[in-house]
C-alpha cells in the first residue's frame, strides 16, 4: 500500500511536468504606465529511497522522459519536494522590491495580520523585482534563488521546466497594478542533496508534494497520498488595505466598522525530524541531518553584529517540534495550486447549455463571495486564493449585491474555454459594449478582468457597509443624547 502511495506523486509529477512543457503559459504585457516585474522560482527535486544505489556524479545528465524512467526516481519510497521558503521578520519595504514580498503572502500596508486557527509561519517561493540589467523573468528567478539561499539553478543539476501563468499584484483592493509576476518551474536531475547558504532570517523548507497533493487534488487521487495537510485561513486587518498607514485613528474606526479579510491558507506541518533541525540550527550548526528529507538549516552569517549564542532550551526545543506549522497562502498558495492543476486529471464537466467543459479538478474548500457554483477555481485556481471574505456577513452580502458584473466577466470566461476562444468576440461586445478592441489582449486577460471586477464591487460593499455603519453610529448618538436630555 506504501509503495502506491508513493509512486503516485511522481506519476502525477510526470503529468505535470508533460504539460508545463507542452501547454503555453498566459503572458501579461506590462502597461507603460507600470513597467515593473517580478519572479519567482518553484524549484522540485526528487528525494531518493534511503536504499537507493548512490548514482555517480559523473554519470550523463538524464533528458525529462528518461528522468521518470530511472531506477530511483521510479522506487516505490523517494519523495518528490518543493521548495519553500520562511522569512523571519520581515517587513513590506524590504521584501517585495528586493526577495520576499508581502504583496506575495496576500497583501499590503503595515505587514501585519494575524491567523485564525492554528498558528503558522508564512512560506513563499524565493524570487523578487526585476531590476535593470536582468535578462529577462528567468533571470530575475534563478538571481535571487541565488542571492536568498545560494542555490544556483544555472547548474547542469537543475533543468527550467517552463512558466506557469503570469499574474497581476495589486494592492488598495485591486485598484492599482504595482507589478507582474512570472513563475518558473525548475526540477533537479540529480539525486544528490544540493548545499545552500541562505540569507539571514531565510529559513529552507524542503516540503513534500504529497501534503499539498492531499489538500488540494481530488479524493480519489488525494486519498492514495500519505501526507498530512488541512486547510485553514489568514485573517488580515482590512484598515490596512483602503486606509493611510499613519492615520492611528482612521485606521481604528475603519477596523471596528470593517473588521478583517480572510484569506485561504493550507497548513503544512513539519515532520519532527525537521522540525528538531530547526531548533538546533538557531544554535550555530550547519551541517545537513542525515535524513531522507535533506533539509537545510539557516546559516547565521553573523552581518549584523549580533551572534546566535543563546542555547535553546529542552522546553522550547520540544514545542518547537510539535508546534511548529506552515501556511501556505496568498499568491504562494495561487502559484501552488496552478501547479497542482497541472496534475490533476482532468474531468468532464457539464453546463446548463450541454456543451462540455474539460478542466482540471481541485478540490478547494472555499469560493470567492457571489460566487458559489462556479468554476473560478478550475479556471483559474490562483484567483481562488486571493479572493477574501470578510469577518462580518452583511459585508459579504453587499459585495454579492453588487458582484453582479464580476459573475458575467467568469461566466464568459468559462464560456470562452468551452467554445475554444471562439466566442470571445461576441461575449465582449455585448457585454463591455465595445465594437473595436484587440480580441488577443482579452482573451490572455481574462483573470485580471474578474480580479477587477471582483475589487470594483468590494469597494463599493466598503463604501455602503460604511455609510451605513456611520449614519447607524451617528442616530444612537443622537438618541443616546436625546434620551440623556430628556
Not at 503559459?25 to 537507493?52: C, D, E, G
Not at 542533496?193 to 499539498?212: A, C, K, R, S
Request: hydrophobic share 40%; aromatic share 8%; net charge positive.
Amino acid at each position: 500500500m506504501a509503495e502506491e502511495k508513493s509512486d503516485s506523486v511522481v506519476r502525477l509529477l510526470s503529468r505535470a511536468v508533460h504539460r508545463i512543457r507542452t501547454t503555453p503559459p498566459r503572458i501579461i504585457a506590462s502597461p507603460a504606465t507600470q513597467p515593473r516585474r517580478a519572479a519567482v522560482a518553484i524549484v522540485i527535486r526528487v528525494v531518493p529511497s534511503p536504499n537507493t544505489v548512490p548514482v555517480s556524479d559523473d554519470a550523463p545528465l538524464p533528458t525529462l522522459a528518461q528522468f521518470f524512467e530511472l531506477d530511483w526516481v521510479k522506487d516505490p519510497h523517494t519523495s518528490p519536494e518543493v521548495l519553500l521558503l520562511r522569512r523571519d521578520g520581515a517587513s513590506t519595504s524590504d521584501t517585495v522590491p528586493g526577495h520576499a514580498s508581502a504583496f506575495m503572502n496576500g497583501f499590503t500596508g503595515d505587514g501585519a495580520s494575524k491567523s485564525s486557527g492554528d498558528a503558522g509561519a508564512h512560506v513563499a517561493f524565493p524570487g523578487g523585482r526585476s531590476e535593470e540589467g536582468d535578462e529577462g523573468c528567468l533571470y530575475t528567478a534563478m538571481r535571487h534563488t541565488w542571492e536568498e539561499i545560494g542555490l544556483d539553478l544555472a547548474e547542469r543539476d537543475f533543468m527550467c521546466i517552463g512558466q506557469l501563468d503570469d499574474r497581476e499584484i495589486t494592492t488598495s483592493l485591486g485598484k492599482r497594478l504595482l507589478m507582474i509576476l512570472s513563475p518558473f518551474v525548475f526540477l533537479q536531475l540529480t539525486p544528490k542533496p544540493l548545499p545552500t547558504e541562505p540569507v539571514d532570517g531565510t529559513t529552507i523548507h524542503w516540503v513534500p508534494l504529497g501534503t499539498l497533493v492531499s489538500a488540494v487534488l481530488p479524493r480519489s487521487v488525494g486519498d492514495k497520498v500519505n501526507a498530512k495537510s488541512r486547510w485553514s485561513s489568514v485573517a488580515v486587518d482590512a484598515a490596512s488595505r483602503i486606509t493611510p498607514r499613519h492615520s492611528a485613528v482612521l485606521n481604528v474606526l475603519v477596523r471596528v466598522l470593517i473588521g478583517s479579510m480572510q484569506f485561504p491558507a493550507i497548513i503544512l506541518d513539519l515532520p519532527e525530524s525537521e522540525a528538531s533541525s530547526l531548533s538546533t540550527s538557531s544554535t550555530g550548526s550547519t551541517a545537513l541531518p542525515n535524513s531522507a528529507s535533506y533539509p537545510a538549516l539557516t546559516q547565521d552569517k553573523l552581518e549584523k553584529g549580533f551572534t546566535a549564542t543563546k542555547s535553546v532550551s529542552s522546553k522550547k526545543r520540544t514545542r518547537s517540534r510539535h508546534q511548529l506549522k506552515l501556511k501556505l497562502w496568498g499568491l504562494s498558495l495561487g502559484m501552488a495550486l496552478d501547479l497542482m492543476a497541472t496534475m490533476a486529471p482532468p474531468s468532464t464537466l457539464t453546463s446548463s447549455d450541454s456543451d462540455r467543459l474539460s478542466l482540471s479538478s481541485l478540490q478547494l474548500p472555499f469560493h470567492p463571495v457571489g460566487g458559489e457554483g462556479m468554476r473560478i477555481e478550475a479556471l483559474a485556481p490562483s484567483l481562488a486564493s486571493v479572493f477574501p471574505r470578510f469577518s462580518y456577513p452583511d459585508v459579504n452580502f453587499w459585495i454579492w449585491v453588487f458582484g453582479k458584473r464580476y459573475r458575467e466577466v467568469v461566466r464568459g470566461w468559462e464560456a470562452s474555454v468551452r467554445s475554444g476562444g471562439s466566442n470571445v468576440r461576441r461575449y465582449l461586445a455585448s457585454s463591455l459594449k465595445m465594437t473595436h478592441f484587440n480580441e488577443q489582449i482579452f482573451r490572455i486577460n481574462w483573470s485580471g478582468t474578474a480580479l477587477n471586477t471582483f475589487y470594483a464591487a468590494v469597494r463599493k460593499a466598503l463604501i455602503v457597509v460604511l455609510v451605513l455603519r456611520s449614519i447607524g453610529v451617528l442616530v444612537g448618538l443622537l438618541f443616546a443624547g436625546w434620551w440623556v436630555l430628556a
